[in-house]
């Protein structure tokens, strides 16, 4: 069984910065693929990005891209979302998702086997 804890989230102005952070246990060894989804008030969870286990090969929402930048330490189990140029519509709770089958970078959550509690994302006007 695999844990994941996200945190780093927070209240912010557009245009900051943030660096979300999830920390896998248990059996990471298991551990392929990795993704961040988000879901805001209303609205269903949505892919932002994806990396694969060996830094090889990342995926990105369109409407991240050029901002965020999704990175992973295999050696200490954590993922990592650098979210730059922040916009009030990235307002969202972010989950941390983990593969333990298929090792490429990929927006299917439906394939990701576990899951965190998430952390609060929230960018003013």
């Known amino acids: 069984q695999v844990q994941l804890v996200e945190s780093g989230g927070g209240l912010v102005q557009a245009g900051a910065s943030l660096r979300l952070f999830c920390a896998a246990s248990?059996?990471?060894?298991?551990?392929?693929?990795m993704g961040w989804f988000r879901q805001a008030p209303g609205k269903e969870r949505e892919f932002v990005a994806s990396?694969?286990?060996?830094?090889?090969?990342?995926k990105y929402a369109d409407s991240v891209k050029d901002r965020f930048t999704i990175s992973r330490d295999n050696a200490k189990s954590t993922l990592y979302l650098q979210m730059n140029s922040l916009k009030p519509e990235d307002t969202a709770v972010y989950y941390c998702?983990?593969?333990?089958?298929?090792?490429?970078?990929?927006?299917?959550?439906?394939?990701?086997?576990?899951w965190g509690q998430g952390t609060q994302v929230t960018v003013s006007s």
């Open positions: 998702a983990a593969d333990q089958s298929y090792g490429l970078a990929h927006a299917n959550a439906g394939g990701y086997d576990y």
């Open positions: 248990g059996h990471t060894f298991s551990i392929a693929a």
């Open positions: 990396i694969s286990r060996s830094f090889a090969m990342t």
